[in-house]
């Protein structure tokens, strides 16, 4: 659905690039996660999708077009075929809550009787019609998102772009918000963009993850893969980020592990069962259970002391969990 | 006390006055608002961003604000002429009224625009509009507000202005007040007229506030 291939950008001659080479692919009716800190070039990438924003070199191709080979009616075309919303939701103050909703429609001069037919629909569909003639001023943050995401749906788009949208937002809210982007996602078929500075959104609602730094693309994988097993030190900080600093096993005896467990092994009491089968001992020196969008998972990590080390390790692998080495220090 | 008063003559020179205002707020409105919206667009950063044509505007604008109204009252006496024919009258006035303050509206006008949230802006350009709906249905309706207070901003300074004018032949309250309550000392006739512009200048603002108050969803 979007593809990067090898995009640059630069904004003014000399100076540091704020995207360096990125090549990156979006599949249709995926969630694909954009993680960085900012200044990373989060903004500059979710920008050139639908050419906000135009490469210094490279090439941008979303639902089949080079974004950059599109005249002015091409980019209108297309900017109706991709949503996005915004961290500080970016609604006219001075119209109501169907005015916006109606106002993509209004710019693609659709008939009045479709407009409002289409915006009762989509006021509906984000559970605010009920507030169809109040102003923004007189929402919420999370009821503003969803005046954001309705009129970010009016033109029916295949893709939306998310621009720190929950980053405005209270942790309860960004769970519904997050809930209603996950659910537009599987009932629509909509391919999602997200940007986001917290491990945490990209947990909970992403296929995949892109790790930028300095404009360069430093890791990437699916969320499981970059969650569990972080390669590069910015995506380790940001899982940090969201679990909390684990225990660092300095001046402990015997082998670190970490132990990955997955899906149905989440469950099962493995942990016990080896133990007394190798007569191993451990120490628990961190760990977490938690969930990646539906799956499951846990990861341990162990000082395996006395007993048959090899074996415990052996037997752990043949039950399904993951075992890593880690130097002391390391931690999780 | 109320010896010297014509009311005739003030009801005459407070209708002129009005008509002065009136004509040059249209006028100044007309010609302001779009060069309000020139000078933002052209300015550094913006869609139309134009050195030149920004810096020539700009000059323009300086020129006519810098001048004192006293004397571009005066120095626009050929132009009025040629433009409507007498420099007398509420007509002659309204050249050299407009040429004050359409200039004036235009700086606050470009500040009201300035205030609109960027982002709005690049959401409606994200949305697919083109540069034309973005100026008319997304930048000029969100900077409503600054608009409408601007524009009570400069008829209040035109009031003043009108008051000038009566300096060369304008007529109007301004005329009265130095024709009778200043040369002939009929300080009656200056306590009426200055009273009279107060009113109106408290009417003015009124009226602005409440239609700032009606426009603004803030």
């Known amino acids: 659905m979007i593809a990067f291939e090898a995009v640059s950008k630069t904004y003014a001659p000399g100076a540091r690039p704020a995207l360096d080479g990125v090549s990156l692919t979006v599949a249709a009716g995926e969630v694909f996660g954009v993680i960085g800190a900012s200044g990373a070039g989060k903004s500059t990438l979710i920008r050139l999708i639908h050419g906000l924003e135009t490469p210094t070199s490279g090439r941008v191709v979303v639902d089949g077009d080079d974004v950059a080979a599109l005249g002015v009616e091409g980019l209108r075309a297309l900017r109706r075929r991709v949503g996005m919303i915004f961290q500080h939701f970016n609604l006219l103050s001075g119209r109501?809550?169907?005015?916006?909703?109606?106002?993509?429609?209004?710019?693609?001069?659709?008939p009045a009787a479709e407009v409002k037919a289409r915006t009762a629909e989509l006021l509906a569909r984000v559970g605010l019609s009920d507030h169809a003639?109040?102003?923004?001023?007189?929402?919420?943050?999370?009821?503003?998102?969803?005046?954001?995401i309705a009129r970010a749906l009016a033109t029916g788009p295949k893709v939306l772009l998310c621009d720190e949208a929950t980053s405005a937002l209270d942790p309860e809210t960004t769970e519904q918000i997050l809930e209603l982007v996950s659910i537009l996602n599987r009932e629509l078929g909509l391919t999602i963009v997200l940007i986001t500075?917290?491990?945490?959104?990209?947990?909970?609602?992403?296929?995949?993850?892109?790790?930028?730094?300095?404009?360069?693309?430093?890791?990437?994988?699916?969320?499981?893969?970059?969650?569990?097993?972080?390669?590069?030190?910015?995506?380790?900080?940001?899982?940090?980020?969201?679990?909390?600093?684990?225990?660092?096993?300095?001046?402990?005896?015997?082998?670190?592990?970490?132990?990955?467990?997955?899906?149905?092994?989440?469950?099962?009491p493995v942990l016990g069962e080896v133990a007394r089968a190798t007569g191993v001992d451990y120490s628990i020196l961190g760990g977490r259970i938690h969930r990646l969008r539906e799956t499951p998972y846990g990861q341990l990590t162990l000082a395996l002391t006395a007993g048959d080390v090899e074996a415990a390790i052996a037997r752990f692998q043949a039950g399904g969990v993951r075992v890593d080495p880690i130097s002391p220090g390391e931690g999780a | 006390m109320m010896g010297n008063i014509d009311w005739t003559e003030i009801g005459q020179a407070t209708l002129d006055t009005l008509?002065?205002?009136?004509?040059?707020?249209?006028?100044?409105?007309?010609?302001?608002?779009?060069?309000?919206?020139?000078?933002?667009?052209?300015?550094?950063?913006?869609?139309?961003?134009?050195?030149?044509?920004?810096?020539?505007?700009?000059?323009l604008v300086n020129i006519l604000r810098s001048?004192?109204?006293?004397?571009?009252?005066?120095?626009?006496?050929?132009?009025?002429?040629?433009?409507?024919?007498?420099?007398?009258?509420?007509?002659?006035?309204?050249?050299?009224?407009?040429?004050?303050?359409?200039?004036?509206?235009?700086?606050?006008?470009?500040?009201?625009?300035?205030?609109?949230?960027?982002?709005?802006?690049?959401?409606?350009?994200?949305?697919?509009?083109?540069?034309?709906?973005?100026?008319?249905?997304?930048?000029?309706?969100?900077?409503?507000?600054?608009?409408i207070a601007a524009a009570t901003v400069?008829?209040?300074?035109?009031?003043?202005?009108?008051?000038?004018?009566?300096?060369?032949?304008?007529?109007?309250?301004?005329?009265?007040?130095?024709?009778?309550?200043?040369?002939?000392?009929?300080?009656?006739?200056?306590?009426?007229?200055?009273?009279?512009?107060?009113?109106?200048?408290?009417?003015?603002?009124?009226?602005?506030?409440?239609?700032?108050?009606?426009?603004?969803?803030?």
């Open chain 1, 197 to 268: 500075h917290e491990m945490d959104v990209v947990r909970r609602v992403c296929d995949r993850v892109a790790v930028l730094e300095d404009g360069c693309v430093v890791e990437s994988g699916s969320v499981e893969d970059v969650f569990l097993h972080p390669a590069s030190e910015t995506a380790r900080r940001f899982v940090r980020e969201a679990d909390g600093e684990p225990a660092a096993g300095v001046g402990l005896e015997g082998r670190l592990v970490r132990l990955t467990f997955r899906g149905e092994a989440t469950y099962r």
């Open chain 2, 19 to 59: 008509a002065m205002l009136g004509g040059s707020m249209v006028l100044t409105v007309l010609l302001g608002l779009p060069l309000g919206v020139i000078l933002f667009l052209t300015g550094r950063g913006q869609m139309l961003e134009n050195r030149l044509a920004n810096g020539l505007l700009s000059l």
């Open chain 2, 67 to 147: 001048v004192p109204f006293v004397i571009l009252l005066i120095v626009m006496i050929p132009l009025t002429v040629a433009l409507v024919g007498t420099s007398l009258g509420v007509a002659g006035a309204i050249p050299p009224l407009v040429a004050g303050a359409a200039p004036f509206f235009a700086r606050l006008v470009e500040t009201a625009l300035r205030e609109v949230d960027r982002g709005v802006i690049e959401a409606s350009f994200a949305m697919g509009a083109r540069r034309r709906q973005v100026v008319l249905w997304a930048l000029l309706p969100e900077a409503m507000p600054g608009v």
């Open chain 1, 133 to 148: 003639a109040k102003y923004p001023a007189q929402l919420s943050g999370g009821q503003k998102q969803r005046v954001g």
């Open chain 2, 154 to 218: 400069t008829a209040i300074a035109l009031v003043s202005y009108t008051a000038m004018a009566g300096v060369v032949g304008a007529g109007g309250l301004g005329d009265l007040a130095i024709r009778f309550g200043y040369q002939r000392f009929q300080t009656d006739v200056m306590v009426v007229t200055v009273v009279l512009l107060l009113v109106l200048v408290q009417v003015l603002q009124m009226i602005g506030d409440r239609v700032v108050r009606r426009v603004s969803h803030r």
């Open chain 1, 96 to 110: 109501t809550v169907a005015q916006n909703v109606a106002f993509p429609l209004k710019l693609a001069g659709r």
